[in-house]
T-cell receptor
Framework: DQQVKQNSPSLSVQEGRISILNCDYT??????FLWYKKYPAEGPTFLIS?????DKNEDGRFTVFLNKSAKHLSLHIVPSQPGDSAVYFC??????????FGKGTRLSVIA | DADVTQTPRNRITKTGKRIMLECSQT?????MYWYRQDPGLGLRLIYY???????NKGEISDGYSVSRQAQAKFSLSLESAIPNQTALYFC?????????????FGPGTRLLVL
């Protein structure tokens, strides 16, 4: 049973436009949600996170929105840049347990 | 210098061989993890360790074993490699004092089992 779901395997966006990556979860006990970015031949790197007690967290061009009632979060990248092309993983944790990852979404930003 | 290092970075082996993947960290974190990444399947947890004397199975531990030799070192062994263990393997660390407990990943080991 997949607790964290990223239903879009890939997304293409034009440079300068908004990229929206979506993530759904099933475990209402998750207390932190994290987004990771992964380039080819590198390990995933932490991008941005949000606590379950908040509904929005912003860091420069990146904003994460959390809708607890819908068990849904999204990552917005504005404006998108070619260097943002990567695989993005949504992850979540509850209490003292390891992160649970989604399957990832490959973002391609087209110049 | 990288905080989380993995050796080797690439490995080709044959079915039935025993191999070990090593992970070292200089972050001083107590917690360490091993994941594998397969196309379309994301990152799946193999084993994790919350301190030197603690070992826990993850989602897909069958066919793998681990050893936590010291706070800084966590190795993953494939006792008898099989082709469906061909994957990218990542080690990660975290600090339980970090309220969201961000995990920090190594660069990965690409393993091919023939």
């Amino acid at each position: 049973d997949q607790q964290v779901k990223q239903n879009s395997p890939s997304l293409s966006v034009q440079e300068g436009r908004i990229s929206i990556l979506n993530c759904d979860y099933t475990n209402s006990m998750f207390d932190y949600f994290l987004w990771y970015k992964k380039y080819p031949a590198e390990g995933p790197t932490f991008l941005i996170s949000i606590s379950s007690i908040k509904d929005k967290n912003e860091d420069g061009r990146f904003t994460v929105f959390l809708n607890k009632s819908a068990k849904h979060l999204s990552l917005h990248i504005v404006p998108s840049q070619p260097g943002d092309s990567a695989v993005y993983f949504c992850a979540a944790r509850s209490g003292n347990t390891p992160l649970v990852f989604g399957k990832g979404t490959r973002l391609s930003v087209i110049a | 210098d990288a905080d989380v290092t993995q050796t080797p970075r690439n490995r080709i082996t044959k079915t039935g061989k025993r191999i070990m993947l090593e992970c070292s960290q200089t972050k001083g974190h107590d917690r360490m993890y091993w994941y594998r990444q397969d196309p379309g399947l994301g990152l799946r947890l193999i084993y994790y360790s919350f301190d030197v004397k603690d070992i826990n199975k993850g989602e897909i531990s069958d066919g793998y074993s681990v050893s936590r030799q010291a706070q800084a070192k966590f190795s993953l062994s494939l006792e008898s490699a099989i082709p469906n263990q061909t994957a990218l393997y990542f080690c990660a660390t975290s600090d339980p004092r970090d309220i969201q407990e961000t995990q920090y990943f190594g660069p990965g080991t690409r393993l091919l089992v023939l």
